[in-house]
């Protein structure tokens, strides 16, 4: 008699009685299922051709970081550095993490014929990198720039 049985008898229940062979169920088996795959995280864009699109945020927005990772959270120090100097400006630029959609991050390559990240447009204009942009800030232009860009036309 098994502890399960004594118990039951101690507290006034029948023991156990065995089930009949031909009803005794069947060890479940552990079949491990496989984990749903998550969805590739979608950029903005939607369903947009990547060169229209990018057309279409530069046009309307006064300050455009193109990078990777995003001004809060960088994923290169590229990118660090020239969301670094516009937020020195004072400015909080649309930003777009290139490393969520592939697509956008060969085609702005494209449309601004510049092959590197980051890329900074202001007004609608393609300034140039991290680089140009740190130029621009030490020489003072970048600060008219910015300012021109955010005065309506």
């Known amino acids: ?22 009803s005794v169920p069947r060890p479940r ?29 530069v046009r309307t927005h006064p300050v455009v970081l193109f990078m990777k990772g995003s001004p809060e959270s960088p994923m290169c120090g590229f990118s660090a550095n020239a969301a670094s100097i516009l937020a020195g400006h004072g400015v909080k630029p649309y930003h777009v993490d290139v490393l969520i959609d592939p697509e956008v991050r060969e085609a702005v390559k494209a449309f601004s014929s510049w092959p590197t990240l980051p890329q900074v447009y202001v007004g609608g204009e393609f300034l140039g990198g991290a680089d140009i942009l740190r130029e621009l800030h030490e020489s003072g232009e970048l600060a008219a720039r910015l300012a021109a860009a955010a005065t309506p036309a």
């Open 29 to 57: 088996v552990h079949v491990p299922m496989a984990s749903p795959t998550p969805p590739e995280p979608r950029g903005p864009r939607g369903d947009a051709e990547p060169g229209a699109w990018i057309a279409e945020v």
């Open 1 to 22: 008699m098994g502890l399960l049985d004594r118990v039951r008898r101690r507290i006034g229940l029948a023991p156990r009685t065995p089930a009949p062979a031909a």
